[in-house]
């Protein structure tokens, strides 16, 4: 049916970089924005990125702003996320989601669709 899927993930020292993957499957990505979540145990799912339908607008959360990119590629139907300068504290199950605009991009409750999300650990 209509499935994200995120790859990309991985374990990776203090400082070091990963690039993580949204892919679509059953849909066209630039009908949405798009936006990455992440959970820690313990943790409430946290909003941490997210760009428009175009791809001209982007959104960090503080904790993130400076060191991760979001983009797109609408010819590829993908969205990526560079993330550099990476801290044990980014330790987390990646998500993507999509819903219609960036707005609230922090509250998960109307992202429509989900991916099964990809693990990063940091960790020396």
């Known amino acids: 049916q209509l499935q994200l899927v995120e790859s990309g993930g991985g374990l990776v020292q203090p400082g070091g970089s990963l690039r993580l993957s949204c892919a679509a499957s059953?849909?066209?990505?630039?009908?949405?924005?798009i936006g990455w979540f992440r959970q820690a145990p313990g943790k409430e799912r946290e909003g941490v990125s997210c760009?428009?339908?175009?791809?001209?607008?982007?959104n960090y959360a503080d904790s993130v702003k400076g060191r991760f990119t979001i983009s797109r590629d609408n010819a590829k139907n993908t969205v990526d996320l560079q993330m550099n300068s990476l801290k044990p504290e980014d330790t987390a199950v990646y998500y993507c989601?999509?819903?219609?605009?960036?707005?609230?991009?922090?509250?998960?409750?109307?992202?429509?669709?989900w991916g099964q999300g990809t693990q990063v650990t940091v960790s020396s």
């Open positions: 989601a999509a819903k219609a605009y960036c707005s609230g991009y922090k509250f998960p409750n109307f992202y429509k669709y």
């Open positions: 760009i428009s339908r175009s791809g001209g607008s982007t």
């Open positions: 059953g849909f066209t990505l630039d009908d949405y924005a």
